[in-house]
């Protein structure tokens, strides 16, 4: 026999293959590993990782459904509400027209039949009232509806006014009348701006005593002048420029700055009724741009209230009732600041109404301006004839009356364009170095650094209080990115501006003065002549004292502008209001008229008091009339008087 085969050798070890993600259960197959096993294979940290990110998860889809939830609730709650009803957004601007459609067939058109028949005015500046009895009785309901929809504003919220004081405004009523193309929404105020409208701070004494005098001006304009263009405070009488109540349409913004709910009210009652353009009468293209077009978008762009728009798109034309244009009586020249400083309201009015030929018009004047030959290094002439359209007076440059207004509309046309018209940017920084280089002096003993003028190569020391408008403007465009010597040259003319006030024995500047260049014994910096001792109650050195305030947040600035007002107040003044020809000698001779755009720069003096009342962020002031315009910089351009940013902090 064969022996039996050997026994195979003994293994002392099991072999065992396992798979990514797979384990082996005898050879029952496989199976998945649980959830829990890798959950717990996992590090302390990685754990924690995973927990946080799902916990962020949760949060942010929580907020994201309370938000659709607000929107449709509110989207389901305005169409339960009906047309009458209107969210309490921030103004919302109504829809663009095409450039090509009729402006008549905007929504809510004035009511105002001009004549049937126009002779042909300014390029691309009329607009025409439909006729026929249907198309008026149209435009009655729509006016009517204005009205009532204005008068609604006043409402208590509990009774269904979703429009607060303070600011927030309305959209325009979704209808059949609207345009078919989207409307462009206004920029959205900060949730820190609509606090500050929602919730005003309240008042201190420096403000109340603003709020103070201004009544007591409004108070005389009132009863003796209502309605009228100028109150005549020593008469008691008033006095008409256009006959289209200019005094009350330039004090509208500021009345709603400073919180009259009921002096507003009124006034805007008056407007709604009153305020009629057709009238035979020749109106100064320039005063009324800046005073009745810019009042009213003002107006409109702080209280929402779309009556203010309507009534501004028919004011265009310079007869307001034939559309008959010509130059000035006494010569066929116009001057320099009059044709370029109307920009920003006109560009203005056609982004709101969507009609191009109003910027058009005013654009071609700016770029007809940048191409003219008889500057000096930006600096510009005073006269342009209106027939040649060239530059006449050859040799003169200021920055005073007649060419002031130029130089500051091309910094707030450039930021209300949201700076990229480089054009306007380039034609500014050129006259900001040609006034360095020809126009810049310091004075003696002082070292008060000023502006003056240059007639034929020779220089002469004589400064307008106008002049006072370039601090401001200075510092807006530092504010904006621009050089930061910009700023240092506006301190060292703000400086030289409240001079002129405080050296006098009144403490208010007059209308000229003249520096000295010559060291002299017992000599002041400031020289006046015996025809220029009177003060026009201009407001540029108030506001230019608002701007360098509010950008540096040096108090000294507030403090000079109180102390203006307080000269001011301590002045001679009428039983109505301050006199607009006091004297600054130390025996005032009131003056027979009263200049409305002051009490605008009052406001300023009202919001230099708190940096909390007004949010500067969105809103810049004019020195023309002290008009508001929405800033474009950051959200979309809105004007009125006009483009933003004022102060860093808002």
Known sequence: MYPPPPLPPRRDFISVTLSPGRSYDGGQGLRRRSFWRKWKQLSRLQRNVVLFLLACLM??????????????????????EGPKMRPANPPVLPAPRRAAENPEAFAGASPQKPPRHFRRGPPNLQIRAPDGDAKDRRQDEAQRRAEAAGEARWEDDAQGSRVSW???????????QLPRRKAEAAPRPSPQALRMRNSPASQNERQKAVVAAFRHAWAGYRKFAWGHDELKPVSKSFSEWFGLGLTLIDALDTMWILGLKKEFEEARKWVSQKLLFQKNVDVNLFESTIRILGGLLSAFHLSGDVLFLEKAIPYSDVNIGTGVAHPPRWTSDSTVAEVTSIQLEFRELSRLTGVKKFQEAVEEVTRRVHSLRGKKDGLVPMFINTNSGLFTHLGVFTLGARADSYYEYLLKQ??????????????????????????LRRSEPGQLTFVGELAHGRFSAKMDHLVCFLPGTLALGAHHGLPADHMELAQALMDTCYQMNRQME??????IVHFNLHPQRSHKDVQVKAADRHNLLRPETVES???????????KYQDWGWEILRSFNASPRAATLPSAT??????????????????????STYTCSSPTTQTCSAWTLMCSTRRLTPCPSGPPPRVGRLPSGCCPGD
């Open 59 to 80: 949060l942010c889809g929580l907020l994201s459904y309370i938000s659709v939830a607000d929107e449709w609730k509110a989207v389901g709650s305005r169409s339960a």
């Open 166 to 176: 303070r600011g927030t405004g309305t959209e325009p009523e979704q209808g059949p």
């Open 414 to 439: 450039w930021i209300q364009g949201g700076k990229k018209e480089t054009q306007l940017l380039e034609d500014y920084l050129e006259a900001v170095e040609g006034i360095r280089k020809h126009l």
């Open 506 to 511: 009144t403490g208010l500047s007059p209308e």
């Open 545 to 555: 004292l608002f701007y360098l305030y509010r950008l540096t947040g040096q108090r």
């Open 582 to 603: 006091s004297r600054t000698r130390a025996i005032p001779s009131p003056g027979t008229r009263w200049r409305a755009s002051f009490w605008g720069r009052r406001s």
